[in-house]
């Protein structure tokens, strides 16, 4: 219970830190955040926006990648299915583990000790029986995120170095991670401003009206600061 009481106290200090309900530019989003720091461990800075669309809808359903240039400050472990040179080249950028069938057996058995999946087209058929397995994780690999892919070498390096998948939800938000708190502030502004580059570009043509109703960053712990979404061209 002491330790219950003592995180509620670290996030009511972070609240006085900042007005609720003001919609901060993202320079004062970031540095009112920083401010926030209460925790002894390196939170991630998450980032949610609502967007104005129906994700029940085929024709509104909001998805991409954003490579971060600071990268997202959480070391991915990426699993890769190829065969010959592609498995090479897979293993010298970097791998957490490589295969072919034997891997896709390793999985189909419960192994799933990565965080991201990669493989190539000519392999896709059988990994394609996975699909129940992966596609509930979010580890199904698929060809917009660029995860099905012969350039294995460079999904491997892309995803390690900061690339992220973005899917709006059911309820018409997207969650995102933007780094870690000990990152210096243009850091983090710049990761979350390529962020929301990527998600005005995955912008739907049938959705009407505003389109990006609200941005809120936070860390693991704090309380969330709102951001005014005029700030990108939303």
Request: with cysteine; charged share 30%; hydrophobic share 40%.
């Amino acid at each position: 219970m002491g330790k219950i009481r003592k995180m509620g106290k670290r996030y009511k200090e972070s609240f006085k830190q900042f007005e609720a309900a003001k919609r901060y530019v993202l320079d004062e989003a970031v540095a009112v955040l920083k401010k926030g720091k209460t925790c002894k461990f390196d939170e991630t800075v998450d980032v949610a926006i609502r967007l104005g669309v129906d994700p029940k809808q085929a024709d509104q359903m909001v998805r991409g990648v954003a490579q971060l240039p600071h990268g997202s400050g959480k070391t991915l472990k990426v699993a890769v299915i190829a065969k010959g040179e592609r498995e090479k080249e897979a293993k010298s950028a970097g791998a957490h583990v490589v295969g072919a069938e034997d891997l896709i057996e390793k999985i189909k058995s419960g192994w799933f000790e990565f965080d991201k999946l990669v493989a190539t087209p000519d392999m896709m058929a059988a990994v394609g029986k996975l699909g129940t397995i992966l596609g509930p994780k979010g580890l199904m690999p698929n060809p917009k995120s660029g995860t099905v892919t012969m350039e294995v070498g460079k999904a491997v390096r892309d995803l390690m170095g900061g690339k992220i998948e973005f899917r709006v939800d059911k309820t018409g938000i997207v969650h995102a991670i933007a780094g870690k708190m000990s990152f210096e502030e243009q850091k983090l502004k710049e990761n979350i401003s390529t962020l929301m580059e990527s998600i005005m570009k995955a912008k739907p043509s049938s959705a009407k009206g505003t389109y990006v109703k609200s941005v809120t960053i936070s860390t693991t712990m704090g309380p969330g600061i709102k951001v005014d979404p005029t700030a990108f061209g939303a």
